[in-house]
């Protein structure tokens, strides 16, 4: 039986929605492609400071990058 990933970030949708690639944002924080890889697949959780950068780096509100809980 396959469990179903819980999506915990909205990043790998917001830069789907602004034509940027997952190798930019990576370049952009300084991280390599494999760990923004499994930031936008839910397999990691970005520390709050690099969520933060992300939200600055993709002019979006920190909260757009979250999914919602309520």
């Known amino acids: 039986m396959h469990k179903k990933k819980m999506e915990l970030n ?4 917001i830069l789907k929605e ?4 997952q190798t930019w944002l990576a370049e952009q924080i ?3 492609y494999v760990v ?5 697949n ?5 520390p709050l400071e690099v969520l933060y950068t992300i ?7 920190i909260r757009d990058l979250l999914v919602k809980t309520k």
């Open 18 to 21: 602004q034509g940027r690639t």
């Open 42 to 46: 839910n397999n990691a959780q970005p």
């Open 36 to 40: 923004v890889t499994n930031y936008c």
């Open 10 to 13: 909205r990043i790998k949708a």
């Open 55 to 61: 939200s600055k780096i993709l002019d979006v509100d």
């Open 30 to 32: 300084d991280r390599s």
